[in-house]
């Protein structure tokens, strides 16, 4: 038996299963083991011990169960995995993405110029295109750019309850909406900006509940919501543990802060949400998602200056009615907050109307040709705040077009998400988005260039050249409903082609 399992240990060192060392001390250990065993037994009877003979199947089945002891013991302490690291890295996914698109851009020959808008300005009058009164604007030359999207992301499982993530992205902190870096700027490193950061928490199969900068918790399109933004603030989200497999319900509400509460010289600025809605399994090869949204924008709207706050000079807080540059894109509904006094200063363009829109969302997968699938996506969103009457008497503008709506319809036919070699997607989409329908700020950057008051179609489609990498093409046309100018008939129309190559890992 000694013999035996010598040759036990020592097979199983050679094989890297554990150290000499460890082995070394095993051999030691049993050793003194054995010899205070003998003492104990010479104390006990001076008689001669008769060692019994062993057959070898007891042997075998000795060794095999001393076999399946260490390894239990090596599995568990993981010394005996090969390339083994530490417990801590399984807890952590990585993800991550790079895209490099061409993008030519193709302006309508009737579009406005920019010294048109300049001149149609009035401080009695409304304004939609603050954005093209800069010098720097472009509404009539083609242009082409190729640009780059980079993203790493990081999950951490801290626990069974608790979770986080991190994920940086290219871009800038002062648009919101995209993550593309446009390439040409004299071989320049490119900036890298914190794109998420949030902590979940999930106490219960029912209840998520997370903070920081989160992803968008919405059941949503880009309608409203650029596919690139991200949230500020809490959201959490409830799942009825009553739901069976086939109905499951959802009640999500969030609390976003838009701008920090900073007296004297600025009032705090929030976006307050509620939405309801289901994910149905109608069908082994139907299902439908749905959701009705209620969004408030509080503190939003713009407000006109008073003559007295101009001329006071302890009073700080003139100009905090400011819907921004950096902020803003185009086609919501704006005025001047200047007081009637003030002719030295810029322009402070605020919001004519208050915002708060109620969004309504479905979408239907059909897989009855699997693993072919046909999407119908529809999205709709009213600004139930839009009132011309009360923007006249908290503006003093008189409105007499703008649209309070907006909609979007979308078919999808091909593999829902691309992974394997030639799988395919195609798209057809419409869309409608009048000009205070909700904020432009957060709309989707790409049709139109960005915010409200657009309409027109986009095609796409997508092909996997190999496993998680593929070829997408967008052709988007839009043009303006109304004039960015309201009271001149100035139009604004532009397409769009994204030519993508696109890597996942």
Known sequence: MRETTLNLIDALVEQGIFSREKADAMVKAAQSKAAKTVTREKS???????????????????????????????????WAEPNAVPSWLDRIKWEGDIRVRYQPEFYDIANATQAQYLASVADTLPNRAAGFLSLASNTAEDRDRFRLRARLGMLAKVSDDWSAGVRLATGNTTDRVSTNQTM??????????????????????WLTVSGGRIPNPWLSTDLVW???????????????????????????????????????????????????????????????????????????????????????????????????????????????????ADSASSALWGLASKFRPVNLTASLDLAHFDPVHVVL???????????????????????????????????????????????????????????????DAFTDSDFGLGGTNLKGYQLGMNYAMDQNAWLSLRWMSAESIESFAPGTNYRFGVDLLQADVNVRF
């Open 44 to 78: 006990k009877s001076a008689a001669p011990v008769r060692v019994q003979y062993v057959p070898e199947t007891v042997k075998n089945e000795i060794r095999d169960q001393l076999r399946q002891e260490v390894l239990a013991q090596a599995k568990a302490e993981r």
């Open 377 to 439: 996506t529809a999205d709709y969103v009213k600004n139930t705040a839009f009132d011309r009457s009360e923007i006249q008497r908290r503006t003093g503008v008189v409105l007499t077009d703008g649209k309070d709506y907006g909609y979007l319809f979308k078919l999808a036919v091909g593999m829902p998400k691309l992974e394997k070699r030639h799988d395919w997607q195609s798209s057809f989409a419409y869309r409608y988005l009048g000009s205070d329908a909700t904020v």
């Open 184 to 205: 040409g700027q004299d071989f320049n490193k490119y900036q890298l900006t914190l794109d998420r950061a949030f902590i979940k928490y999930d106490p219960a199969e």
């Open 226 to 340: 650029d596919e690139d933004l991200n949230f500020e603030g809490f959201a959490a989200t409830i799942k009825p543990s009553f739901a069976n497999g086939d109905f499951k319900p959802f009640l999500t509400a969030g609390a976003f802060p838009l701008r920090e509460d900073g007296p004297p010289t600025k009032t705090s600025r929030w976006l307050r949400g509620v939405q309801a809605g289901a994910k149905w399994q109608l069908a082994s090869n139907t299902r439908l998602n749905f959701g009705a949204a209620l969004y408030d924008y509080d503190n939003f709207a713009g407000q006109k200056e008073s003559d007295a706050n101009y001329y006071d000079l302890s009073y700080q807080a003139y100009g905090q009615y400011e819907y921004g540059t950096g902020l803003r894109q185009k086609g919501n509904t704006l005025f001047r907050t200047n007081a009637s």
